[in-house]
């Protein structure tokens, strides 16, 4: 699904250059739960922003299912991301003015799909996630548990390859971050391949594989 | 084009929602500064303008009528008169005139108190006009702008009315030859051509038509007596038309009679002071200018306004760039909130102004010493205006959600 040779990141500030990824390479295959393990600052997010198209590598190759994504322009890469992968954030990200429903039918209708069609499907998702009577509730209305979750039927409602989440229950309590990584099993149980950044051991239980990096280096 | 379709459509989903979910307060008050500004723009120039127009209005009404034929250059008066009147009378688009015998003379006032003949007389120097009463009150209804005492009667003889610029109390300037101390029932000489005679005031006429407040009238009967004249042929001959001509038709209709060889024709417009037409010119550039000044303060308006709604939301336009919504999308997002403040207060604008302002003015003109101002708000100039205000606060909208919009998608989201 996912494969990524050699990666390298660095940021330069000044003359000072800093290198977070130190020549990474993995592969997620289809289907894979994985976690993503490390201190703060060990580059696990920024290895995740590589994968997921948010950010450029300075140097390394990554392919999704087979095809080089390295290379794409800004406007190809926020296609690709559109039509192809899934985000969860550590603080939900939902857009304060959409309700729930709205907030899912967004990328939906980016993608070209009708109004009827968006928000049947984007009901769906909420359903699913055990939110449809909270539908048409602001973010500001919900709590920060039902918030991630809308947060990921928005990131699963248009059926992405790889549903990558930052550190998604580092805000909530222990309860609500159980509901979240209990959604992630159902969702892996159904094939989909997710990439989770963590810090939090406990919710690595049920991940295929846990990826730790170390010092901008993957040691699995 | 069917990516466009898809992010305009998506940048009108979310800006209706912005908009919906925004503060009803910031929207309000957003939409009440573009409301000033489209005032500005349409009213500061409308009413410089209007300063003019009133007095064009006034002079229209007042003095030339629709077309207006005064005596030739050199010439003592207007010949065959009695035939042009005649044609008038005939032509069943003309629905009123009046012919005016006009000469110069002086009045002099208080002379039978006066005691000492060193002193200057009480006297001034004023063009007499002789009308029919009937047909002078019929055209412009005149005896409405008598100010003291009454109008003159067509069955009296023996009266004068003074306009109100001759008399020193009325004058807002003094040249030193008005006269002073006159009222209604004083009697005053009158001299045209050597000859003189007393007259009665019988009012005094106030207006800011030149050609009314500084004229003093009497009636035709009087005026051939005074005047010695045995002529009927008019000095000024003003008329009025109906709605199925314009002036224009009109003078050419006088003109193909023939009788521009015996009269200087002219339509109430090119009868307009050419100073007036210059002051109107410069009045619509400083109206402009200003209109401009406030235009750039709109601008700067929206400008800070979206860009201060753009950078605290930097977070969620880049979440939004970050799930794969276009760039294009969020700027139209951005664009429909500025095409709505710009609208909103364009249409509260024109509300006010044609529905309020307007109305309100013409009733209740601006008083100017020159003139009645009015508000000129010609719909298609408000168009026009409103079109330019439109541009701009499209312009000011897009840059600052351009700006923040090509930002590095990751900063954005994790705030660097």
Known sequence: MIKIQNITKEFQNGDVVTKVLKGITLEIKSGEFVAIMGKSGAGKSTLMYQMSLLDHPTSGTIAVDGKDVTGLGHDARTRFRLDNLGYIFQDYALVPELTAIENVIVPLLMQGKSD??????????????GLGHRENNLPSQMSGGEQQRVSIARAVAHHPKILFADEPTANLDSESSQAVIDVFRELHKEGQTIVMVTHEAEYTAHCDRVIHVVDGQVIE | MSQFRTSFKVGVFLGYRQLKRASRWTTGLIVFIMTLTFLNLVVVSGILIGLIVGGNIANRNQYTGDVILTTPYGKNDIQQSQNIISTLQANPHITSYSERFIDGGTIEANYKTRTDFNDLANTTSTQITGIDVNHEEQFSDIS??????????PTES???????????????????????????????????NGATQEFIVKGILKSKVGQVSLRAFITENDFQRLAGRSSLDANEISLRHDATLTDDQAKQQLVA????????????????????????????????????????????????????NAITRRKFIGILKGIGVSPLAIQISYLLQSLFYAISGSIIGTVIIYGFLVPLLNKHPINFPFSDGILVADPMGTFVRFLILLVVTLIAGFIPARMIVKQNTLDSILGR
């Open chain 1, 116 to 129: 009827d069609e968006a928000e049947r499907i984007a009901k769906a998702a909420l359903e699913k996630i």
């Open chain 2, 144 to 153: 409405k702008y008598v100010t003291e005492g009454n109008f003159l009667d």
């Open chain 2, 158 to 192: 023996g009266y004068i009315v003074l306009g109100s610029n001759l008399l020193e109390r009325y004058a807002s300037f003094d040249t030193g030859t008005l006269l002073k101390g006159v009222y209604p029932g004083d009697t005053v000489k009158v001299t045209v």
């Open chain 2, 257 to 308: 009679s023939g009788f521009d060889s015996v009269a200087k024709i002219q339509t109430a417009t090119e009868a307009i002071p050419d100073f007036l037409n210059q002051i109107k010119l410069a009045f619509g550039v400083l109206g402009n200018m200003i209109s401009a000044i406030g235009i750039v303060v709109a601008s700067i308006t929206i400008f800070i306004v979206i860009f201060i």
